[in-house]
């Protein structure tokens, strides 16, 4: 029987444990499983023959929170990973290889940038970063050999939207997939596979367990592919397996992902309008405002705005490191989706690995400040930023 989303939310990946019946499904805290004979053993290692072999291969609780996360994303398999990287960068090396061209959004999280800027040119791949707002522009910039159409919506931190059905239509008219990264959504925001996405990456270290305590990645996608992330790309080139223990926090946070995200995001609305009204703000980002250049395509892709919110203050770079000092309950501190609210500046933190020069290119400008909202009372976390405003 198929359930709506909040129930999947809540049942989807697991089942009472046979053998004792506990509901919690048990940690499964094993490198390698013993099999009955060699038989078996060289069975499960030919694929004739389901079961466990080694956690690097796959463990219980990976299992649990891959069927969960595949059905929440709408895609037929999923991977878990022992970080978004993890999981990034093994899509990215098995969908690759030397000689290929990917077009990346120009804003992206700094490490995936890294990972294409300074890593792909030594293995012979080629990658151009554009404002993929530009249909046109992203459909000039394909190559016969552009395999990769990566972007992740709205960008971290510069809050693009990009069109995934109108970016998935152009990836299917050449040779290419369209890979977008949902972690400033989740599923309960927006599904790109829904959209036409080919494969959906997730640094799972934020909004999907969402308690701050765990660094793991998913990729969701067709059977086909997640097949070869696992075979090629997890098990041999990145190596990147999630522990069970980390596995096990993972699925008890996507539990209760239907419930914690619309919070968040409610409470980012109103954070986001507080800072639109202020006389310091040069700017506010923010997909929900009535004003957003970007709004309509928000509207139609994506069920809440989510809660990350970028504001550029009217005092540049000075003002901004004044600002993020002066608040006390919000977190000076990179990541985001934890129930805590957190502050950081990107020029200098999450995308520093960037050059001024491609800081500049991507949008990032020296005065922006990304904002996390968290679970607090969102007048409790307005009244700190009226706080941090009067000390700049
Ligand atoms: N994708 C996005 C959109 C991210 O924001 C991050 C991490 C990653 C992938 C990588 O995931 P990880 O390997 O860390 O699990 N973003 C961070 C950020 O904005 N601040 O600190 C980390």
Redesign the pocket.
């Known amino acids: 029987m198929s359930h709506r989303f909040d129930t999947q939310c809540v049942h989807c990946g697991t089942h009472p444990d046979p053998v004792t019946g506990a509901l919690s499904q048990p940690i499964y805290q094993t490198s390698t499983f013993a099999f009955r004979n060699a038989d078996e053993g060289a069975r499960r290692f030919k694929g004739e023959e389901e079961g466990y072999i080694y956690t690097r291969l796959g463990n219980p609780n990976h299992t649990a929170v891959e069927e969960k996360i595949a059905l929440l994303e709408g895609g037929e398999a999923a991977a878990v990973a022992?970080?978004?990287?993890?999981?990034?960068s093994s899509v990215l090396w098995t969908a690759l290889s030397s000689g290929d061209h990917v077009v990346a959004a120009r804003a992206?999280?700094?490490?995936?940038h890294a990972l294409m800027n300074h890593q792909f040119p030594r293995f012979g791949i080629e990658t151009t970063f554009m404002n993929l707002t530009d249909l046109n522009a992203v459909k000039a910039a394909m190559r016969p050999n552009t395999k990769v159409i990566y972007c992740?919506s709205p960008?971290?931190?510069t809050m693009e939207i990009a069109d995934i059905a109108g970016l998935a239509k152009i990836a299917h008219e050449g040779n290419a997939i369209l890979v977008v990264?949902n972690?400033?959504c989740t599923p309960v925001i927006q599904r790109p596979i829904e959209l036409g996405a080919d494969v959906v990456?997730?640094?799972?270290?934020?909004y999907l367990n969402g308690h701050g305590d765990v660094?793991?990645?998913v990729a969701v996608g067709s059977r086909e592919f997640i097949g070869r992330v696992k075979g090629e790309g997890l098990k041999d080139m990145t190596g990147a397996t999630l522990s069970p223990f980390d596995a096990y926090l993972l699925l008890r946070g996507m539990k209760t992902m239907h419930v914690r995200v619309p919070r968040h995001c409610e409470s980012a609305m109103k954070i986001a309008r507080f800072l639109q009204g202020r006389p310091e703000v040069a700017e506010t980002r923010y997909p929900g405002l009535d004003d957003y250049p970007q709004k309509a395509l928000a509207d139609k892709q994506m069920k809440y705005y989510g809660a990350m919110i970028a504001v550029e203050l009217k005092g540049g770079y000075e003002a901004g490191k004044k600002f993020i000092d002066s608040t006390r309950l919000w977190t000076l501190?990179?990541?985001?989706g934890d129930a805590e609210s957190?502050i950081?500046h990107?020029a200098s933190?999450?995308?520093s690995a960037l050059s001024d020069e491609e800081q500049a290119a991507s949008g990032i400008s020296k005065g922006l400040i990304?904002l996390?909202v968290g679970l607090e009372d969102p007048e409790d976390l307005i009244d700190d930023l009226k706080n941090a405003f009067a000390a700049i």
């Open positions: 022992a970080s978004g990287m993890g999981a990034i992206i999280y700094g490490c995936t992740e960008s971290n931190p990264d972690t400033y990456v997730h640094s799972a270290t934020k660094i793991a990645g501190a990179v990541s985001l957190l950081q990107p933190m999450t995308h990304r996390s």
